[in-house]
């Protein structure tokens, strides 16, 4: 419609010009001229920057390309089709915090364990606590052949924690969550189980990070997640290749496959399978490092920490969710 519009008036502009010079009664001056073609010329680059840049509003912006996720398709769908499964890609960090830290941010009734954590990390500093930053990409989720669609997330996470007093299961507590604004299955998802979510938008908004152009450092990516509510809440992150391996492969195989809590009334049973084609063969998990600046509960502040070690990779997951917590008792034992 606008661009008829302007269409109409670069073909009624000369004839206007035309009969306005020949009007003697006007007494047309050459500034007029002027203006009438400065005025035409200035219709004219209107039309072609409208038909360039002009998006009809029948065609779905998912069509014209400007979104595509670099993610690969769900391997395991067909495996297990009455099961809640999808891929999620993304990075993972570790963020050492001190023990007196954890336990002010940790509430009180969930014990921590620190045994656990040490069993798997024998070197890891006396005194401290291993919280997780987690930046995701939610890809192809489906269960009994319907899909939804993708959405992002990030958050802290807290593992190794004593939820039913028997001082040898580890769950997980994920209090908050930054979450794709508009994708209510997700954040009603997360909210029923207590987290407390904030809708955000994300960058990239359909992939798990983008590379950063021109980086001095190989491998080289970040990500970015701000509440819709300005202020509220963030998490970025940027992170480069690193042949350092802080923490082993184990570690991050056992904290992921935790129950997930938040209020405690029920958890979350997510099986990240490590052996499938978008983990294993070209798929490598690359060790990463860098920079985590988060302004999200439970911290009361912004808060940023450097040289941060983590895993970019991703994996298949198969997930059982709102199951009563009592019924992980010794899971993950051998």
Known sequence: MFSTCIELALLCHP????????????????SNLHYFIFSFLSLLVLRYATSAYFIPSEIPVASLGLCTTKDQPNPIAHIYPGNATGTLNGTISVIPITLELARQLIPPQYGILEHAYRALLPDFPKGMYPAVVAALHDHEVQAFGYKIDDFSRSGFEFPFLDLLNDNHTSFKWAPSMLMTAGHDIALNGAQDYGTKTFPASFDP??????????????????????SLEAGAASLTTLFSETEEEVFPLEFFKNFTNQPTFADGKSCDNMIRLFNTSVTTGSNTIQAVKGTVRANLFPFSAEREWRNVYGLRLDTAFIENNYLPCENFRGYGSE
């Open 205 to 226: 908004g359909c992939d798990a990070y983008r590379a950063v152009p021109n980086s001095k450092k190989p491998g080289t990516t970040y990500f970015s997640a701000r």
């Open 15 to 30: 004839i206007l010009a035309f009969l306005t010079v020949q009007n003697s009664k006007m007494h047309i001056k050459h």
